[in-house]
């Protein structure tokens, strides 16, 4: 029993890592933008058939990985620059609408170019149980990944010049404006960079739950599930919630609903954060002048 | 007469026509129409009138499909007499959802309902439930015959018959929106803090919206189902409430009339679009979708009263 559980937690901390580097891609495009990306898990899908494509040419699979993050990057920038700049200041419908042409765009796109059927994506890691066997090689390598990626967009934002113009821009546009700050230019790096962190996120879950046009809309439920509980306006506790629904859903799935109830689980985490404590656990709360 | 009213009734005798010359597959196509345009015709009240976005009214056409399924199939209840049972279920679960959705401002609506219809063809699925939703596989219901001997194909009768259900609705739906319930969705959704200050029971109005909303796209549902003759979970995935969604803003969120076109634009674009490639549908949605956003905020609904409202002036 206790063994279970301890194999439970610790595959829904791996789930729960890719959980949280989605969350904390949603988060970063609404910290600046106060937009929440519906395209997001589109957008890390069709990352991930680049890595396949790259990988099928015959590169090795870090390097069609690193290509496929650099050209995710490409597409987020080009995104917000053309799609998104006239939308600053739109109301939400207009907003919401254009996130839901450009799921729908990116979603037939994947199917287009590179067909509906189910394949298999490899995994860079050893094929076998680790950690006594608590979790397999796939596993533990794809939370390694995870965290490296978290503890350098933290470094990024912490230590480098660009990161702190960037979180100016997205704290307090104005002043960053009459700073010297790029605002419209660091608004659309912070897109860029989401689009590569959802890269790595569809690369690393694809070995497990395979590749379709479809993959990530169950992965992007659990993402907002998880940016909503730590607080959406919060990149550290929108990180931690990824990593809480992970191991929700996955003690959930095996003792209290079974595995064919868990995306309404997702459904019922949100309902229940945005009822009981809109702000999340570690969000802020906001109050507006009438 | 005034131009507003000689429109509809026009429109109405143009859709009574097609019943003695199209073909059975035509008429099909027609009722799917109709049977859209009841579903965004639910959304555009929720959205367009009050402000409150839906992404998973897919959601509630599906309770609709699966309670008029279960009652037909389970109790043997005939078809006609299955809408006010779902019309009622309908509107208590969009009362329900309505309570949370009162505390999400308009984009954290947006996202608990898309949630909502990610999650929905799972429960239907769930097998606790098997026995009345028959699980995976679905239910198949008869298609009704014409009633008291009329000789018409079954297919005529349910193309009248859905419409009759539209024309109910939407001389409803026309006049709860002009009248004093109406201005106080309106009121609501430009400026919610000076509806409330002005007397308007927030609370109420919004959750009352919400269940009307349900109750129409659960209606639409509910039609849909009969004139498919056939449930499943997967009919009802996320993409149902996201096509809804995108007729829409086609017709125009705040037009009523508006709703017929965006009901012909999502069931014939797909028709077209998928002679070119599977993927075709849903990128000339998106692409429309966006274009419509940027170019017409107001959707086709809102451009053709613009131009009739300039007509009239000229007059």
Redesign the interface.
């Known amino acids: 029993m206790l063994q279970g559980v301890i194999h439970q937690v610790m595959s829904g901390i791996a789930t729960g890592g890719i959980y949280a580097s989605v969350a904390l891609a949603l988060v970063m495009i609404y910290q600046a933008t106060?937009?929440?990306n519906?395209a997001q898990g589109e957008m890390a899908t069709f990352s991930t058939y680049i890595a396949l494509t790259f990988i099928n040419l015959g590169f090795p699979y870090w390097v069609a990985f690193a290509i496929a993050v650099v050209i995710s990057f490409g597409i987020g920038l080009a995104i917000e620059r053309t799609?998104m700049r006239?939308l600053a200041n739109?109301p939400?419908?207009?907003s919401?609408?254009?996130f839901?042409?450009?799921?729908?765009?990116?979603?037939?796109?994947s199917?287009?170019f590179f067909d509906?059927t189910i394949k298999q994506f490899p995994s860079p890691f050893p094929d076998h149980p680790m950690l006594g066997g608590y979790l397999s090689g796939h596993e533990l390598g794809s939370t390694a990944v995870t965290l490296i990626v978290l503890v350098l967009v933290y470094l990024f934002f912490r230590h480098t010049r660009l990161g702190l113009a960037m979180r100016a821009a997205a704290f307090n546009p104005t002043s960053a404006r009459l700073v010297g700050v790029r605002v419209g230019w660091m608004l659309a790096l912070g897109w860029g960079l989401a689009a590569a962190i959802g890269a790595v996120a569809g690369c690393m879950v694809a070995p497990v739950v395979f590749l379709d046009p479809n993959m990530m809309?169950?992965i992007l439920?659990y993402a907002?599930?998880g940016a909503?509980l730590g607080g959406i306006d919060n990149p550290l506790g929108a990180v931690l919630g990824g990593f809480a629904v992970g191991v929700i859903e996955n003690l959930g799935g095996a003792y209290l609903v079974g595995t064919?109830?868990?995306?309404?689980l997702?459904?019922v985490i949100?309902?229940a954060v945005?009822?009981v404590r809109?702000t999340g656990l570690m969000g802020r709360k906001v109050y507006s002048r009438? | 007469m005034h131009g507003s009213r000689v429109i509809p009734v026009l429109v109405l005798l143009a859709a009574i026509v097609p019943v003695a010359w199209f073909t059975d597959y035509h008429l099909f196509q027609l009722t799917m129409v109709v049977v859209y345009a009841i579903a965004i015709l639910g959304l555009s009240l929720l959205?367009g009138f009050n402000g409150q976005?839906s992404?998973g009214h897919g959601a509630f056409y599906a309770i609709g499909a699966y309670t008029t399924a279960i009652l037909m199939t389970t109790w043997e209840v005939p078809y006609w007499a299955t809408l006010p049972v779902s019309a009622m279920v309908c509107a208590l679960v969009g009362f329900l959802l309505g309570l949370?959705a009162l505390?999400?401002g308009?984009?954290?609506l947006?996202?608990?309902t898309?949630?909502?219809a990610?999650?929905i063809p799972?429960?239907l699925?769930?097998?606790l439930f098997e026995d009345w939703t028959g699980g995976v596989q679905g239910l198949v219901i008869d298609k009704p015959d014409a009633p008291f001997g009329l000789p018409l194909s079954p297919d005529q009768w349910l193309y009248l018959f859905t419409l009759a259900v539209a024309v109910v609705l939407y001389v409803i739906a026309w006049n709860i929106v002009r009248g004093r319930i109406g201005r106080a969705m309106m009121a609501i959704r430009d400026h919610a803090?000076a509806a409330e200050a002005m007397g308007i029971n927030l609370a109420m109005v919004k959750t009352r919206t919400f269940a009307l909303s349900a109750m129409y796209t659960g209606l639409a549902g509910s039609l849909g189902a009969i004139a498919v003759q056939f449930v499943a979970p997967d009919s009802f995935g996320?993409f149902v409430s996201?096509y809804l969604?995108?007729g829409l803003?086609v017709g125009g969120?705040s037009s009523i009339g508006g709703t017929l076109i965006g009901a012909a634009f999502i069931e014939f674009v797909p028709n077209i679009a998928d002679k070119v490639?599977?993927?075709?549908?849903?990128?000339v949605?998106?692409?429309?979708?966006?274009a419509?956003?940027?170019l017409i905020?107001g959707g086709v609904g809102g451009l053709l009263h613009g131009l009739w409202r300039r007509v009239a002036k000229g007059r």
């Open positions: 106060h937009h929440v519906f799609l006239p739109a939400v419908l207009a919401v609408g254009v839901v042409g450009l799921l729908l765009i990116i979603n037939s796109l199917g287009w509906y809309s169950g439920l907002f599930a909503l064919e109830l868990k995306l309404t997702a459904l949100i309902v945005l009822t809109p009438v | 959205t976005i992404l949370p505390r999400l308009g984009l954290y947006a996202l608990t898309f949630a909502l990610v999650a799972q429960i699925k769930y097998k803090m996320v996201i969604f995108v803003v969120v490639s599977k993927a075709a549908p849903g990128a949605y998106g692409v429309i979708l966006i419509v956003m940027f905020p």
